[in-house]
């Protein structure tokens, strides 16, 4: 029996609280010092992130915020709000939804204070990332444990892991790139967000299988079954399945890589001149690591890729928009809320 409401709480990333240099530079110090995002020596951190990277990236990424920027706000905050509203009235009244973000505002402090508030007899999390990463995906699940152990009395939790290979996300997917000529283009790109290698030979417990033969991201197996990239590797297949893409038809790569160290491999960026090299002049490209269109979607695909795509010889990258707030997806959330509560 539940004496109380059930909380949800959808979690995404973050984004500065406007596009001015110190709110940026702001929200890059609270992510980069994050551990499990730049994993390296506290010391280490600490001196690359607020000696260099916030000082000097935070004024480039602040003119790249300010091109994202609608009258409304960060469109990542925008749609997660939009979620969060749609979301609400299909659970009912016993529920409470609440957005927050990992790093920024709504904070994950104030979203568990208004559930608990509510006097919640349990609480299902929802990062809002389709593929598990320590990065992301772990940094929200040890970010809720550490503020509830605060609590003395501590409800119910659930963590939803990850959901590469949802039906229903994938569906909006593929509607979302019907509204193409999906026939006028040479190539599609499946482009995921980045993760330095590292990251991933450190998630093999075993030391046995990550990174040891060129295909061991391509099948997901109970070795691996943590593996982002090996999620990623899923979550492709199962669109380009339903789009009825031939292998030769679509490349996986992988975008935003930060430094100098291996990140994970091909880079979207070498696919590119791949591409064009072999003549391609239309690629149509999806970025399903994002549930929401952001400064990584809008501007690194649409706006950087483009440019680097038409100096390369190429014309037209055109981007499949994200989930957004489509109500396929928000069913989808929906579905996935109810099964775990």
Not at 23 to 48: C, E, H, M, P, T
Not at 73 to 79: D, N, T
Not at 149 to 159: G, H, N, R
Request: proline content about 4%; hydrophobic content about 40%; glycine content about 4%.
């Amino acid at each position: 029996m539940s004496l109380g409401k059930k909380g949800v709480l959808l979690v995404n990333l973050g984004t500065p609280d406007d596009p001015s240099y110190w709110a940026v530079r702001k929200y890059l110090k609270q992510f980069l010092l994050d551990k499990r995002v730049l994993d390296i020596s506290w010391l280490g951190r600490n001196l690359l992130v607020r000696g260099i990277i916030a000082p000097f990236r935070s004024r480039s990424s602040s003119k790249l915020y300010k091109m994202l920027w609608t009258p409304e706000g960060s469109p990542l905050k925008v749609y997660g709000e939009k979620l969060e509203q749609a979301l609400q009235p299909l659970l009912g009244d016993e529920y409470e939804v609440v957005l927050a973000m990992r790093y920024q505002s709504p904070s994950i402090e104030s979203a568990i204070k208004r559930l608990m508030d509510k006097d919640v007899s349990e609480i299902v999390v929802l990062p809002l990332f389709p593929h598990y990463a320590s990065a992301s995906t772990g940094s929200v699940h040890e970010e809720v444990m550490r503020l509830l152990s605060k609590e003395l009395a501590i409800p119910k939790v659930t963590f939803i892991n990850s959901y590469y290979d949802n039906e229903a996300m994938i569906d909006v997917f593929v509607e979302n790139a019907q509204q193409f000529d999906l026939d006028s283009y040479d190539h599609v790109l499946f482009s995921f967000h980045g993760l330095p290698e590292r990251q991933m030979v450190k998630a093999d417990r075993s030391g046995t299988h990550c990174l040891k033969n060129k295909d061991c991201c391509k099948t997901l197996t109970t070795k691996n079954q943590f593996c982002y990239t090996a999620q990623c590797h899923v979550t492709a297949y199962a669109i380009a399945k339903k789009m009825n893409l031939k292998e030769d038809q679509y490349t996986i790569c992988f975008q935003s890589r930060l430094g100098r160290a291996e990140w994970v491999k091909p880079y979207t960026s070498d696919i590119l001149e791949v591409r064009a090299k072999k003549g391609d002049k239309r690629l149509l490209a999806f970025c399903p690591a994002f549930v929401s269109d952001c400064l990584e979607t809008t501007i690194e695909v649409s706006t950087e890729y483009q440019e680097e795509f038409e100096e390369l010889g190429g014309e037209h990258v055109d981007l499949v928009p994200s989930l957004n707030d489509h109500p396929k997806w928000v069913e989808a959330v929906k579905d996935m809320v109810l099964e775990h509560a």
